[in-house]
């Protein structure tokens, strides 16, 4: 298994600009999430789903959408870039069970300027 | 909704010496308290948990203590090495609503030799 695969691993965004972050699993976990990390602090929470088609917001949404047609797939799309959102990216998911621990992508590191 | 405070922020220990970080959640509803170590440009890995029906779990060096009526949880590491210097979460979540995992704001330990 391949895990959870994020692609790009870098990026720079002029402001304005809009790109897709790409997450594939390949463990059939239902649950996915999107989490950003900006630097020397925690992760907070952006998007999640519990399957394909269910998607709902979590604590930053603002500026982000995401999408779930298939298990495998969860992508995050940012329409206008600005540079509040330059961070690192994380992609995780899990199974349905409550209490067992995320894996997590390589992480996508967006710079806006 | 969650919130789970982590201290210190930074934690530095002589080579051999126990390392403790201590979390505090404030959802009384929460039942799974996983922790992750991050290293620099990596991926957050998840090194142990514990469920609330457990009050203390141990892995080789590592430990994780629970108090329920507290809300609080602790994460012991004994005879420190310099790889274990690394970036470490405390998280939280409840089941149902996604079992979201809230962060705390990491803890950031040196171990010097």
């Known amino acids: 298994n391949a895990g959870v695969t994020q692609t790009p691993k870098f990026r720079i965004l002029k402001i304005g600009q809009s790109m897709t972050l790409q997450c594939t699993q390949d463990?059939?976990?239902?649950?996915m999430y999107w989490y950003r990390q900006d630097p020397g602090m925690g992760l907070k929470l952006i998007y999640y789903s519990v399957g394909a088609g269910i998607t709902d917001k979590g604590e930053v949404p603002n500026g982000y959408n995401v999408s779930r047609s298939t298990t495998e797939d969860f992508p995050l799309r940012l329409e206008l870039a600005a540079p509040s959102q330059t961070s690192v990216y994380f992609c995780?998911?899990?199974?349905?069970?409550?209490?067992?621990?995320?894996?997590f992508g390589s992480g996508t590191r967006l710079t806006v300027v | 909704g969650e919130n789970v405070e982590q201290h210190p922020s930074t934690l530095s220990v002589q080579e051999g010496d126990s390392a403790v970080i201590k979390c505090t959640y404030s959802?009384?509803?929460?039942?799974?308290f996983p922790w992750y170590k991050q290293e620099l440009g990596k991926r957050p890995q998840l090194i142990i948990d514990?469920?609330?029906?457990?009050g203390e779990k141990k892995d080789q060096r590592i430990a994780v203590t629970l108090n329920k009526t507290a809300k609080h949880f602790s994460l012991h590491i004994t005879e420190t090495q310099p790889e274990d210097s690394a970036v470490y979460f405390c998280a939280a979540s409840k089941t149902g609503g996604g079992n979201k995992l809230t962060f705390g704001t990491g803890t950031q330990l040196k171990v010097e030799l």
């Open positions: 995780a998911s899990r199974i349905s069970q409550a209490d067992y621990g995320y894996t």
């Open positions: 959802d009384s509803a929460s039942n799974y």
């Open positions: 514990i469920r609330s029906n457990v």
């Open positions: 463990m059939n976990h239902n649950y």
